[in-house]
């Protein structure tokens, strides 16, 4: 199965990792994961991260996502972490981010692998850009694609018609971040596969979706569901 994931960049955070507004650069934290790290307690949530237009998903576990749009797929908040239920689908399971509507800009999520899954079953998390109703976007995925335990494929597609634009093989964990960007008809999909704040691999692609639209997040999945964490969008990430 083929799937896509384009170059993120995030957006609305300053150098340094630290925002003109306080917030943290998502590129510099990844407390959850990480010892020896200022834990979530400590970290300014919306409206103060990604310039207020990130999100954390940092609430008690509900079925109702301020400030999204659930575009396909049932979405929901477990362990401060956003979901969908919804099985197979390809990419079409996905919720974009009220007031996100840029033209060129990035997007980034850190995708989080659901270890219950077994067998040969395809996890997939992306990042979307420039969608438009009814199902024009740029979706840019990590994907388990043989059953690997982790994410070992990237992806770029557009839709609508599921038209791939290109695919890297890796092996990328089971938490990486992605960031995918867009500037006129070229996009560029990167992976921080080691929470280092570097993008250290990254797969490059051509479009002819160039208008300006809403940024969001998907997942998909034949078994269990992954996660998508830290949201974060913006004209530079």
Known sequence: M???LVSLVLVGCASAGVQPDGGVDPD???????PDVVPDAAIP???SYCGGLGDRFDIADTTTLAGWTERGGDWSVTAMAAHQNELEGVYSHYMTRDTSMQSDGCASVLARFNTASTGM???S???????TPPDTFIVGLVQDNVGAGQFDTLYIYQYPNFEYLGMMSGAFGTTPRLRLCAAGATVNLGVDANADATYETTLPATTTILGAGLAGVMTHTFSAQPSVDDFCVGQSL
């Open 45 to 47: 949530d919306a409206p």
């Open 125 to 131: 998390v992306g990042v979307v850009l420039r969608w």
């Open 121 to 123: 079953t395809v996890q």
């Open 28 to 34: 510099t934290r990844d407390a959850r994961d990480a």
């Open 2 to 4: 083929r799937g896509a």
